[in-house]
């Protein structure tokens, strides 16, 4: 990779390691209060295939709602545009686990990657897929290069024990008539979903196919169209981040994705993506230090999309 | 201007033309409900300098909430970052008018394009310049290059007869202590700001700096940072078309602002701003063509942020 | 009974009888859906022991909600005032199964008659109880009289297998820590409470002790203090029909309950129980000439609390 | 009066008078802050014309919107059951001043007795009366037997200089249609009415018509029908107390009307009004030594309507 994106990344690294860190673990899936809260991580991948990294960005981590920006990939490829009949395109500008909205909106979740929406997008993988679990493994196996790749069931089950908001969430979207499947197994596919794991370098190897117009970097294997993956990193800029989006958008400027586990994907079309780790979360539910890294790499280097 | 943008335009024109207007004309501002509704007019303005339009693109219009770029400009020129404790940054989620989240965040705006931000952003500008009306007039002269330009009587006298709904919002915002004016003073300002006519060159024209990383096109003059820029760009993409933000990031992929006397602005960043006017709007208050004809111009050209 | 009271009745069920009922049968509970429309009861137990009734008056129907009505008052014997640090008593001014005020409150429900009290109170008695199904029961056989009463394992098992929305609010109760059981534990008994089945006779006598200080007509035995009944009956005012409260203190003027089953009770304290059953339903969820009725019969009698 | 009534008073009033106020004195209306904060005062008015006070029962103070339920009274007269279309009769379930659920139905107060409700019932006698104030006052003078009773300009300027949330919900109101004068003349009456003062003795006086079929004790004259006095009676029991309304029906078991002064006055129908006043408010906005007094009357005599 160039020099200068090199320096960029290490000025930003260094400079953010030395904060003081204000976020604080996640504690409400038991089994990710136990992960080091001193992680951090962060690799880049450029679309000419070279790539960098610094810290712990070749540890796995649990991207949780990262995966669904991966899940909305495989409905979207399935269902086309008719997929927004079943979930809208618009910010929630409330809590991720809001309920009022649904309310509003008689059960269509305001977006993919609000909680709702993401258990919605499960839903219709299980009617339209076999076997979802597989299949959607297969599909992120694929996109990762990584064959080995599986489902945590230590996360998953942590999740299931305590997921009661996500459980109130399906069955009141099943109230409504726009979950199809029974909630029980629509949410053990959704607590699997979101218990992926990955490292920084895995996760931006990963994401890159959406900053390469819908094509796999090592192959380019065509997975989605170009309008469709202007359409997903559409939705990540203006959703991504629950009620912190508008947030990120002004100050880092890329579409971009972020998990509780304390991980950050975000890329910079025809360009890179760059994923980043850190496990203590800001009162919005997103990496403190990662969203400061990214702040700090896109200001430094003028390279946003705005 | 290359003839490559010229053909863009002139098909999603024709094509745009040629559709059904589902659309409404605006009937809550008495005066708005006289236009005629078949005008229809876009102009684009490249960083070259070389520009095209076609249709009613030199005919004026009342740009309406266009007008809250140009004074949140001008507010945050004077405030900088610290603008940011009066008015927040993330999309709204509801409607444009809502009472409902001014109640939750207690009489902070979501963000400076719905009415109640844009009415805060008045009152700073009260607070902070001696004549806020007359100043800010010749920042908009300033910007657009017409020395002659000026408030729109007509329209202002006519939405203070009936402008009830942001009597009630600014009182309310008011009774939270995030109003320092007197009401009655501020809602004057605002309702004079969003008096201003455009037509679709001028307005291009006019917003040319916002793409052009703060700088204006005619003699390169510095208005605002490269930094500042990229957070109006990034505002207006996740804010600026009400509760429809999300769809037109989805569908267009470019920061823009609307406004209900039909009219809209977007911008590629380091490329070129679009203007587009036809005044029957959808039922989101944005104009139904305006959103179209835009949405044909990206797709075709792949000319997207995304 | 004394002859002024039947002839009150007789006449207020004479003219709604021939009055056309614009409600509709509950369709969401598919057993409810076979009841026959056209049923129509009612029956006054006066606190001098007499009674009377007309039309379907033996019949027996479901009871739904009225029963939480009887579960509050086991649950508030056990625990006293401290039963009001787990559900308000406050009217809910929104629909019956809005999440809306949950949000707001963290959990804790408004009152102990919309879904979400109700589902507080049954997870109160499963704490608290060694058998909380059987005791409950037991419970209403006391009040009853009808040794043999038990639960409708058809009305349950129908309710279970679509009660989505209640499924909902316990897990969404739950994930604010104001269920100790688990959700599935305290639905199973939430169902099976409200498919209790009883006559307009039987369901006035039963409600007969809220009208006589706390005590039994039959034997005087003490249910609960006179102050715990004092409260209950405000209780019942205040919020014992959804968000139609107001309107019946406002038409009719006398504590009462609804089922969605089309079943009423209402009491005039140190005098009468009154109870009606037709299945139709006004959009409020209460039965619509029920209500009707009712407002006759005070109007007439002038024998309301006000 | 009959020495078992001084009893009960005097008992309550010893008691309360000895308890620490945990209460705050209003400051959102700058002239109520220059009240003795000691000030506590009781009175009870019978049907048989006797009464008794103890404290400061002859010191006037502001009734605030205790004065909304004589409004109302004058309104209704006027209109009949009309004035239901253009304000609901159920509890808001929310803060007094909440604008939320004026946005859900569309300008219809949810009650008369919340501010939106009040400023509504203004607006109504504005249109139907030639001098609404002048007549309003002729009809408090006419149901308090004091001719000289007049607004206090000191109190409603003070209101109108700082009533911003006022002002927001009349023109809110007015952006729906449902406020058909222009909101500053609404207004202007609405803080007149407001500024009101009585005496505990006087106010138990004036609202004893209300426990009375509607009549006045003085001379027997007709001010309502019995069905309407019922109705109003009802309206206080379950809107009166802004979002305490049901803990108040619950604690007290009478219909009554709280104002921001520190004034309470409450109903036996039939029976008796009891007015009482005690300047610090708890963080619903009732009084807090107020409220306990009447708890301790009630209960004591079991003199409630439950």
Chains 1, 2, 3, 4 share one sequence.
Not at 93 to 115: H, Q, W
Not at 173 to 192: A, H, M, Q
Not at 281 to 298: A, D, F, I, Q, R
Request: glycine share 8%; aromatic share 10%; charged share 25%.
């Amino acid at each position: 990779m160039e020099s200068i994106y090199k320096k960029i990344i290490e000025n930003a690294y260094t400079l953010t390691k030395s904060r003081k860190d204000k976020g604080e673990v996640a504690t409400y899936i038991p089994e990710l209060a136990y992960v080091d809260p001193a992680m951090f991580g962060v690799h880049m991948t450029k679309l000419d295939g070279t790539n960098f990294g610094l810290g712990n960005n070749l540890e796995k981590f649990s991207i949780q709602s990262i995966a669904k920006v991966l899940s909305l990939t495989l409905a979207y490829k399935i269902l086309g545009e008719k997929i927004w009949q079943r979930v809208d395109v618009e910010p929630s500008g409330t809590k991720f686990d809001s309920l009022l909205l649904l309310e509003t909106y008689k059960g269509i979740p305001r977006n993919p990657f609000v909680n709702s929406g993401a258990i919605v997008v499960c839903d219709i993988l299980i009617t339209h897929l076999k076997n979802a679990k597989q299949e959607f493994l297969d599909f992120i196996r694929e996109l990762s290069g990584l064959p080995d790749l599986t489902y945590s069931d230590k996360i998953a089950d942590s999740e299931k024990a305590t997921g009661y908001r996500n459980v109130a969430l399906c069955n009141y979207i099943k109230s409504y008539g726009n979950i199809k499947n029974e909630p029980d197994e629509v949410l053990d596919f959704y607590f699997d979903m979101c218990s992926i794991e990955l490292s920084c370098k895995e996760l931006s190897h990963t994401f890159s196919f959406l900053a390469n117009g819908g094509r796999t970097l090592k192959d380019n294997k065509k997975i989605i169209s170009k309008s469709m993956t202007k359409r997903i990193n559409a939705l990540m800029l203006t959703c991504g981040f629950y009620d912190e989006s508008g947030e990120f958008a002004f100050r880092v400027g890329l579409p971009g994705k972020s998990g509780v586990g304390g991980g950050i994907v975000a890329l910079y079309p025809k360009n890179y993506t760059i994923a980043v780790w850190s496990p203590k979360l800001n009162p919005n539910g997103n990496s403190y230090k990662g969203m400061k890294l990214l702040e700090e790499v896109t200001t430094d280097s003028e390279l946003s999309i705005f």
